[in-house]
């Protein structure tokens, strides 16, 4: 079955960086998008990024653009979330997520996703 683990989350300072991974294992479709969601506590879960399987397709949430990259190793079917600049606004467990019946573009809708990881927490302290 499908499966996406997140990796990567911590505890950082205000404006410092972290790196996500999500490494998806038992797909089936060759053709597929990623994307990367975020949850504050008493908050809905958030759009963050999203990638399509061939890594030339992205979008981000206006929030982080010029701040995040979404990547990926096709060969490794790992998905990567560079994060820059931190804020404390952005604590929250984030989120892997996929969308199979898409290839080209994704959605912004967390509806859309058929499967999601287990989340990985990120606290940014001021």
């Known amino acids: 079955q499908v499966q996406l683990v997140e990796s990567g989350g911590g505890l950082v300072q205000a404006g410092g960086s972290l790196t996500l991974s999500c490494a998806a294992s038992?797909?089936?479709?060759?053709?597929?998008?990623i994307a990367w969601f975020r949850q504050a506590p008493g908050k809905e879960r958030e759009f963050v990024a999203n990638?399509?399987?061939?890594?030339?397709?992205?979008q981000y949430a206006d929030s982080v653009k010029g701040r995040f990259t979404i990547s990926r190793d096709y060969a490794k079917e790992t998905v990567f979330l560079q994060m820059n600049s931190l804020e404390p606004e952005e604590t929250a467990v984030y989120y892997c997520?996929?969308?199979?019946?898409?290839?080209?573009?994704?959605?912004?809708?967390?509806?859309?996703?058929?499967?999601w990881g287990q989340g990985t927490q990120v606290t940014v302290s001021t």
């Open positions: 038992g797909l089936t479709v060759k053709t597929y998008i």
């Open positions: 997520s996929l969308d199979t019946r898409r290839s080209s573009t994704g959605s912004l809708m967390a509806s859309e996703y058929s499967y």
């Open positions: 990638i399509n399987w061939s890594g030339d397709g992205t």
